[in-house]
């Protein structure tokens, strides 16, 4: 089964930038996508298909993917950027994964 | 606007069974693939199975095949998901999901607690 991996924590400052990895064997090779999850609410797409973002998502977030690593780019994180993100491939043997999820802090 | 509101979740013993509907609104429910995901107390998300349009095709994460039926009535634009032999670990807040074009979940409900215990 193809598994996604994620650090359990990234602390990030305010104003500062938050990077989030996501790692997979040769998960350049597929699509992900990105879901914001704050504590009681449910998931929200925040960006798919790599680097595309839905309508209404900030600019301040963005991805990108290449070889064996995806990543979750927070420009200029505020306060209200602190939650649990997840990413997410779709692959033929595993059908929909999910990666492990990263706890965001804002310090 | 899209809309996904989940019922029927509850407390159920083991062995029990559960039922349940997810009502979609705001967008055209006859076009979309959708799915379920769970999440279990204080753990990550799991999809859980999906369902093609016109419902000629499903798929289930292992650990519910056999156990798990998905369904929809696209005349009531509404998903079901019906659960049988139920375990403590299917424990969890079940999601409805609408699935975009290349296989993301783009629009979730509120999610409905589903918990197995004696």
């Known amino acids: 089964s193809y598994v996604l991996t994620q650090p359990p924590s990234v602390s990030v400052a305010p104003g500062q930038t938050a990077r989030i990895t996501c790692g997979g064997n040769n998960i350049g090779s597929k699509s992900v996508h990105w879901y914001q999850q704050k504590p009681g609410q449910a998931p929200v797409l925040v960006v798919y298909d790599d680097s595309d973002r839905p309508s209404g998502i900030p600019e301040r977030f963005s991805g990108s993917n290449s070889g064996n690593t995806a990543t979750l780019t927070i420009s200029r994180v505020e306060a209200g950027d602190e939650a649990d993100y997840y990413c997410q491939v779709w692959d033929s043997s595993s059908d929909y994964v999910f990666g492990t999820g990263t706890k965001v802090t804002v310090l | 606007e899209v809309q996904l509101v989940e019922s029927g979740g509850g407390l159920v013993q083991p062995g029990g069974s559960l039922r349940l509907s997810c009502a979609a609104s705001?967008?055209?429910?006859?076009?979309?693939?959708m799915s379920w995901v769970r999440q279990a107390p204080g753990k990550g998300l799991e999809w859980v199975a999906n369902?093609?349009?016109?419902?000629?095709?499903?798929y289930y994460v292992d650990s519910v095949k056999g156990r798990f039926t998905i369904s929809r009535d696209n005349a009531k634009n509404s998903l079901y998901l019906q659960m049988n032999s139920l375990r403590a670990e299917d424990t969890a807040v079940y999601y409805c999901?609408?699935?975009?074009?290349?296989?993301?979940?783009?629009?979730w409900g509120q999610g409905t607690l589903v918990t197995v215990s004696s």
């Open positions: 369902i093609k349009q016109d419902g000629s095709e499903k």
């Open positions: 999901a609408r699935v975009g074009g290349s296989s993301h979940f783009d629009y």
């Open positions: 705001g967008f055209t429910f006859s076009s979309y693939w």
